[in-house]
């Protein structure tokens, strides 16, 4: 099985065009050349390399001779949107209306999950919310761009009530989540999520305080 140079995240054309003109036609060709051979191409820098030796590492295989370590890098989140999207990326704005999502929802319950989370989330944010793919509400713009170079505009925050539990976006890595965290009731998280089985569960006071908090601090803090 082979991987196609465009299926490696942060490898762009300049990069992708050296590797072909070279004779390398898919990342598994790549294992066992050196690193100081891919290093001369015209085209092919530092950072794609370290990509595609990430990429390699990951299944298994390697480049030869002396290979850099990785520089240290961060994530960074800024406000607002950009435009530049990895080209795979599928949640998007759609014109569905959340109202209408939330409405249409599988179970009574859920429905008044839904109600409930619109009213407390555009009242907190002062927000119109926007439906994100087929089932995420979000609140705000924001855009990321990872340490291996995958970026995108997404939405500050927002929710999914989705049939086994509530999934709620981009609470956990404000400045107070882990005192609110502590005080919200019964929840568990994961990749930057909160999740929830009900509104029952939790205290609805403190999510508000959550979602203010997150809302209002600077969103570089939450790297």
């Not at 004779?23 to 015209?42: D, F, I, P, Q, R």
């Not at 435009?83 to 429905?111: M, Y």
């Not at 086994?164 to 890595?173: A, F, R, V």
């Not at 006071?205 to 908090?213: F, H, T, W």
């Amino acid at each position: 099985m082979s991987t196609s140079f465009d299926s490696v995240a942060g490898i762009g054309r300049p990069a992708r065009d050296a590797l072909q003109h070279a004779g390398y036609s898919n990342l598994e060709s790549l294992h066992g050349v050196e690193y100081a051979t891919l290093a001369s191409l015209h085209g092919l820098g530092r950072r794609s390399l370290e990509r595609l030796q990430a990429a390699l590492v990951e299944r298994g295989l390697g480049l030869a001779g002396h290979v850099p370590e990785p520089e240290a890098r961060r994530s960074v989140i800024t406000e607002g949107h950009t435009g530049k999207n990895a080209i795979d990326l599928k949640t998007v704005p759609t014109d569905q209306t959340p109202s209408d999502f939330v409405e249409g929802l599988d179970t009574a319950r859920r429905v008044l999950h839904g109600r409930l989370l619109l009213e407390i989330f555009t009242r907190v944010t002062g927000e119109q919310p926007v439906m994100w793919g087929p089932t995420m509400i979000g609140y705000g713009q924001a855009h990321y761009r990872y340490a291996t170079g995958r970026e995108g505009d997404t939405f500050r925050l927002g929710f999914s009530p989705r049939k086994s539990k509530i999934s709620l976006y981009g609470l956990t890595e404000s400045p107070r989540s882990a005192e609110l965290l502590a005080r919200l009731g019964k929840h568990s998280t994961g990749a930057a999520c909160l999740y929830i089985n009900t509104p029952e569960d939790i205290d609805l006071a403190v999510l508000e305080e959550m979602i203010r908090d997150a809302w209002e601090s600077d969103l570089t803090s939450h790297c």
